[in-house]
């Protein structure tokens, strides 16, 4: 698509439900990363994955944060037993992942993100 | 590893007046910076991005940024503040492999008619 794609753009739970966040990236990004912001927070690193590699699981808060990328594509956050301190704004982004002539990043595209709230 | 921050939480000017966002960073290499904004109910936008060579970069709706390595700045910049400007401002720094991209707290940006 022309953008991240972000579902569902917000979503209410109860304490103790299992949430699912999926992110379609733009078609061709290889790396895609997700995000949360918490109120008056910046961003704080979830998780990584670059093309085939093992993903970069060091931000997951905990071990009730998982996520997946299917085929290289589509990815899904999942927040397991939810708590009121997973409150957040949750952002994918994707990118072309790195030069590798020069290492160099490309930029992120980001998503609008999935406003979750636990009550 | 890299480290971002971005000193005022909140500013606040009148639409007209020039513009300037600090961001200072941490890494021991050649960094790769970036200016992120974030609307309102957005998401993050690319502002503009540094990479190599001229220490000055021009970026969309008019910002631009100065890249000084003796003081390990990224100042982000826009000489005329328009009300549509008003948003979180956000710096980033990657490492030199791409491998780690860390944002700074960002700085809200409030404009005054």
């Known amino acids: 698509g022309a953008g991240v794609s972000q579902s569902p753009s917000n979503k209410v739970t109860e304490k103790g439900k299992d949430v699912e966040l999926r992110c379609d990236p733009i078609?061709?990004?290889?790396?895609l990363y997700w995000y949360r912001q918490s109120l008056g927070q910046g961003l704080e690193f979830l998780i990584y994955?670059?093309?085939?590699?093992?993903?970069?699981k060091s931000g997951l808060p905990s071990d009730r944060f998982s996520a997946e990328r299917t085929g290289g594509s589509v990815s899904t956050l999942t927040i397991q037993r939810t708590q009121q301190e997973d409150s957040a704004v949750y952002l994918c982004?994707?990118?072309?992942?790195?030069?590798?002539?020069?290492?160099?990043?490309?930029?992120?595209?980001f998503g609008s993100g999935t406003r979750l709230t636990v009550v | 590893a890299q480290s971002v921050t971005q000193p005022d939480i909140h500013i606040t000017v009148s639409e007209g007046a020039s513009l300037e966002l600090r961001c200072n960073y941490s890494?021991?290499?050649?960094?790769?910076l970036f200016w992120y904004v974030q609307s309102p109910g957005q998401g993050l936008q690319l502002l503009l991005k540094?990479?190599?060579?001229?220490?000055l970069v021009q970026g969309i709706k008019g910002f631009e940024a100065e890249f000084k390595r003796s003081q390990s700045s990224f100042n982000l910049r826009k000489p005329s503040v328009h009300w549509s400007d008003a948003a979180e401002y956000f710096c980033?720094?990657?490492?030199?492999?791409?491998?780690?991209?860390?944002f700074g707290p960002g700085t809200r940006l409030s404009v005054l008619p």
């Open positions: 078609s061709g990004h290889t790396a």
């Open positions: 982004a994707s990118s072309l992942g790195v030069r590798r002539a020069t290492y160099a990043p490309r930029g992120y595209t």
């Open positions: 980033a720094v990657a490492d030199n492999y791409g491998q780690n991209f860390v």
């Open positions: 540094y990479f190599s060579g001229d220490t």
């Open positions: 890494y021991g290499a050649t960094p790769y």
């Open positions: 994955f670059q093309g085939n590699s093992a993903p970069d």
